[in-house]
C-alpha cells in the first residue's frame, strides 16, 4: 500500500516561512519522482515544484526564488520550504508521485497567508 503523509501546513503571515513535509511509504523513495501541487479555492490544481530521484528539479515560475523542494531519501520524505510567502500562495498543498504507472495523492494540508 502507497501512502503519502503531508504535514506542516498552517497559518503564517505575508513574508514568513514554512517548510511542508510528505512522508511516504509503499514505494522506492529513493528511485521515485516527487512533486508538491496545491489547489486555491475555486481553482484547478497546479504544480508547484517536482523534484527527480537525481536531485534535477523545476518551479512553477510563481515560486521561483522563493520555494525549495529537497528530499531526504533515508528518510523517504520530501520537502516544501516556503519563503516570503504571499496571500496568493494560500492553497491546499499535495504531495504526488507516480509508483508502477499510478498517480498517488496525499491528502493535502492548508497553507493560509493571512496580510
Known amino acids: 500500500q502507497v501512502y503519502l503523509v503531508e504535514s506542516g501546513g498552517g497559518l503564517v503571515q505575508a513574508g514568513e516561512s514554512l517548510r511542508l513535509s510528505c512522508r511516504t511509504s509503499?514505494?522506492?523513495?529513493?528511485?521515485?519522482?516527487m512533486s508538491w501541487y496545491r489547489q486555491a479555492p475555486g481553482k484547478q490544481r497546479d504544480l508547484v515544484a517536482a523534484?527527480?530521484?537525481?536531485?534535477?528539479?523545476n518551479y512553477a515560475d510563481s515560486v521561483k526564488g522563493r520555494f525549495t523542494i529537497h528530499r531526504n531519501n533515508g528518510r523517504s520524505t520530501v520537502y516544501l520550504q516556503m519563503n516570503d510567502l504571499k496571500l496568493e500562495d494560500t492553497a491546499v498543498y499535495y504531495c504526488?508521485?507516480?509508483?508502477?504507472?499510478?498517480?498517488?495523492w496525499g491528502r493535502g494540508t492548508q497553507v493560509t497567508v493571512s496580510s
Open positions: 504526488q508521485t507516480t509508483w508502477k504507472s499510478r498517480d498517488y
Open positions: 509503499g514505494i522506492n523513495f529513493s528511485i521515485a519522482r
Open positions: 523534484i527527480s530521484n537525481d536531485g534535477s528539479t
